[in-house]
């Protein structure tokens, strides 16, 4: 025994034990016929051969020779029967499972929908769960499409819907998922040899659901989800044990972007060091300061690497924080990051030297085992020093600015005292000036004023007689301590106003640059309005902005601690910032960042304005053409009847029997072909105005074809042309539809087809059905249509390639077209093989044939 399954009572023990839970394995494929029930079979005569009580609780070969040969030397579990819609259908007796009690269970399709009935789950993952708590193993198989979070994406791959799902977090908690993967190739030459479906399905299957493109793509989804299910069990094993050090299971490599211009330069090293290893991972981020407009910030230079990133196939990231070096190197650690590349220093030398150890160095320290590149380009060192407006200086020189004031003339004082006699009182006094300096460039000007008191008491008690006291009785030396005093303080204001000065030139540019991107980004309508908002919350280091109709209340005078900031972005348009506090500076700029966002919102109504313009532009059209149509088309057949009948009332001519029957007979089809038009125009119009009412039930294709082939009246001369030959009808199951409708779209369809077809080509009708839908191809061989004008074949009153103008108005794909979209079904033009045009008329198959039925067979109907 393999001892997985449960946890059995000892004897001698008391009460029993609660069963341990039992383990799923599950055969994940990314496609119906890669093997998937194979491979389970497979697997349970391997622990069948290693002793474990196995049993079949439900597969379903779907008459595979090969795959029903692997049941022999297995024991397989009855299937219970329920009643329901007038039909029986097979299902897993869970009841009788529960009794059995195996050590391991095979349980096929986890996806599929139970027949409903008192006391039975919907869906069979909750039989297994069910299964799963008494303590039996559970060995399933899952198609990808059925995936709760991946079914919409597989439904606009494929064009397939899907009703059975399962919940990610399901499977995701399964012992063991395992991968069935088989080349899209090879999945159809297994087709094709007739492995998978029975032969009549072949052909519609291989040209739809299993086409390589779609097939491609369902394998990289599959790959994708299971390597995310990777990732997810390595993070919790990672938190459980409490492992903070990166895991280098594969190359993330993560690049810091400034929005500087070296930043493409950095995207493409790190993009070449992911390549590196198969699998690697590019991840681009870059850091928003949360104290407003991030210095030398170009925010159209970070959208162009946004979309460079997005090319090589990496994720972009924006993170806020105030320190970042700490933010760069905390956002790698989550992504158990391998590698971090920045670019070197902007920063002059004398900048670095003033201000201290730049970004780089710092994430190099904190780095630990994160590999850090410093990327040379060729902006390094030819950068500016942009502080921010909100304050002048950086907490760091704040605190050093102080201490500088107070350390470095008496360091200097002691230096000088062991230089005694070397220098005079002049150059000492110099030397302390040029202290005061240097604090002034570190602190500004209130550490550079501590610092000139503090240099000129210094040299009053040291280096001026009488050594060692304060000569403060004596005139000349208390006046020659007040010039230094006053000239180092000058001095030292004149540095701190002129670093001023060059930062707020350097604010006044990052400001323009920002307004300036901004603005082109609107005239361009490179942004819509919801990227704006969010353009504006990051730049601004905001909480969140909104934009409001009318101005809200902020709860001014005695509202809630964080009260919302409310700017004025239009007439009817306000934007309500909520997070830090801003300065008056910064409002200056975000009232110029609401007026953009104002001038978004009106081009936003100016663009729906002109959309509620286009629809009576499309219906005076309409009304025109129509206008013109009538005045023709409707006069041909009226003109032949009021001819053919004015005859007939001549009393001054005698007909004979046979031409009375035959102007009678050309009245009768006259007058036919006008209602024929009149119904087609009534049709269109109830169409337009949404006033058609459907009866929508189930139909089939033998019910509604003949009649309307009849009601062409071939054999008339109204549609002289080829025969038309209707095959595998009674081959697809009923479909939903409305009947009368439905008949009109047939009749309208292939009339057009006969129009088209030489008369010695008959005009083909074929029906085959693929994943709860029904596909109707009416093929001819005529002159078909070039495909640039396709979409406009289905306008009302176009008459591509009509060789007789007469014959209608030009409605009869429009209609087509608009009765089958309104029964929830498309009509799509394809080339017929060896020339001419073919109708896809495709609806669903009526709900009540699809109770019960295996998820594998859903994806081969067709």
């Known amino acids: ?49 290693r002793g474990a009580d196995v049993v079949a609780g439900f597969v379903e070969c779907h008459g595979r020779r090969h795959t029903v040969a692997m049941l022999d030397g297995l ?33 096929d399709e986890l996806a599929h929908r139970n027949v409903p009935g008192d006391g039975r789950h919907p869906k069979r993952w909750q039989d297994v769960e069910d299964i799963l708590a008494a303590g039996i193993d559970v060995v399933t198989t899952l198609g990808i499409q059925h995936l709760e979070s991946l079914s919409d994406v597989v439904e606009k791959i494929t064009g397939v819907p899907r009703r059975e799902t399962v ?33 009549e399905r072949i052909d519609a299957s291989l040209a739809n659901y299993f086409r390589p493109g779609n097939l491609i793509a369902l394998r990289e989804l599959a790959l994708l989800w299971l390597a995310g299910r990777v990732d997810e069990a390595l993070h919790k094993y990672r938190t459980e044990h409490g492992i903070d050090g990166v ?3 594969r190359e993330r490599v993560v690049v810091a972007l400034t929005g500087g211009p070296e930043g493409e330069t950095l995207i493409r090293r790190a993009a070449r060091i992911a390549g590196r290893s198969a699998g690697g991972e590019l991840l681009a981020v870059h850091v928003t300061r949360s104290d407003g407009l991030a210095a030398g910030v170009s925010h159209a230079a970070l959208a162009g690497q946004r979309a460079l990133v997005e090319d090589l196939g990496g994720s972009y990231h924006s993170v806020v924080g105030d320190e970042v070096p700490t933010a760069l190197v905390d956002f790698a650690t989550a992504e158990n990051a391998t590698q971090l590349v920045l670019g070197t220093s902007r920063r002059r030398r004398l900048e670095r030297f003033l201000t201290g150890r730049g970004i780089g160095e710092t994430v190099v320290a904190l780095s630990e085992d994160i590999d850090v590149h410093m990327v040379t380009h060729e902006r390094a060192g030819h950068g500016r020093l942009l502080p921010s407006r909100r304050r002048t200086l950086p907490t760091s020189r704040l605190v050093a600015g102080p201490v500088a004031a107070l ?89 701190d106003r002129s670093l001023r000065l060059s930062r707020r030139a350097a604010r006044a540019t990052a400001e323009a640059e920002t307004m300036s991107s901004l603005a082109g980004s609107i005239v361009r309508g490179d942004h819509t309005i919801p990227a704006l908002l969010e353009r504006t919350r990051e730049t601004f280091g905001m909480e969140s902005v909104d934009l409001a109709a009318a101005a809200p209340d902020t709860g001014a005078g005695g509202g809630g601690p964080d009260p919302a900031l409310v700017v004025a972005a239009g007439p009817e348009a306000h934007l309500v910032l909520r997070g830090r506090a801003l300065p008056s500076s910064e409002r200056r700029v975000l009232a110029a960042f609401a007026a953009h966002v104002g001038a978004a919102v009106e081009r936003a109504r100016l663009a729906e304005a002109a959309a509620e313009v286009e629809p009576i532009k499309a219906a005076d059209r309409l009304r025109t053409a129509l206008l013109r149509a009538v005045s023709h088309d409707l006069r041909t057949p009226l003109a032949g009847a009021l001819a053919s009948i004015s005859s007939l009332r ?61 009601s062409l009246d071939l054999r008339s001369g109204d549609l002289p042309g080829p025969a038309v030959d209707v095959q595998n009808l009674e081959a697809v199951p009923a479909l939903r539809a409305d009947p009368p409708l439905l008949e009109r779209v047939l009749a309208n369809l292939v009339g057009n087809a006969v129009r088209h077809a030489p008369a010695d080509r008959p005009v083909l009708v074929t029906a085959s059905a693929l994943a709860g839908r029904v596909e109707v191809r009416i093929a001819d061989r005529g002159p078909g249509i070039d495909p640039a004008d396709r979409e406009r074949a289905f306008e009302p009153f176009q008459r591509l390639g009509d060789r007789d103008n007469t014959a209608g108005l030009g409605l009869g794909l429009a209609l087509a077209r608009g009765l089958t979209e309104a029964m929830e079904g498309t009509l799509t033009p394809e080339d017929t093989p060896g020339g001419g045009l073919t109708m896809v008329l495709s609806l669903p198959v009526a709900p009540d044939t699809g109770a019960g039925t295996g998820t594998d067979a859903d994806a081969g109907r067709l």
């Not at 329901?84 to 095979?106: I, K, M």
């Open 167 to 199: 919940p990610d977090d399901f499977v995701r908690r399964a012992h063991e998922i395992e991968l069935v993967d088989l080349p899209p190739e090879g999945l159809r030459r297994r087709m094709a040899h007739g492995n998978v479906y029975p032969p």
């Open 407 to 495: 350390l470095l003339p008496l360091l200097l004082a002691l230096a000088l005292d062991r230089m005694r006699g070397t220098l005079n009182l002049t150059s000492e006094a110099l030397l302390f000036l040029v202290a005061v300096v240097g604090v002034a460039c570190i602190g500004g000007m209130a550490s550079a004023l501590v610092a000139a008191v503090t240099a000129a008491l210094l040299l009053n008690h040291w280096f001026m007689p009488p050594i060692g006291g304060l000569a403060l009785g004596d005139p000349d030396s208390v006046l020659a301590l007040v010039v230094f005093a006053v000239v180092a303080a000058t001095v030292a204001a004149a540095a």
């Open 247 to 249: 895991w280098e299971t």
């Open 1 to 49: 025994m393999n001892g997985t399954a449960q946890a059995r009572p000892t004897a001698g023990s008391g009460a029993p034990a609660l069963p341990a839970r039992g383990k799923l394995k599950v055969f994940l494929g990314a496609a119906p016929g890669v093997g998937k029930t194979y491979r389970m079979l497979d697997e349970a005569h391997r622990r069948a051969e």
């Open 650 to 710: 001549n009393e001054d001519v005698a007909f004979s029997a046979e031409d009375r029957a035959e102007l009678l007979a050309s009245a009768e089809v006259s007058l036919n072909r006008l209602n024929h038009l009149v119904e087609n125009l009534l049709d269109l119009s109830r169409l337009q105005a949404g006033a058609l009412t459907l009866e929508l039930r189930a139909t089939t294709l033998e019910e509604v074809l003949p009649t309307a082939l009849d």
């Open 75 to 107: 024991e397989s579990l009855p299937r219970a029967e329920y009643e329901y819609l007038g039909g029986r259908h097979p299902e897993l007796d869970r009841e009788e499972l529960l009794a059995r009690r195996p050590q391991v269970v095979l349980i």
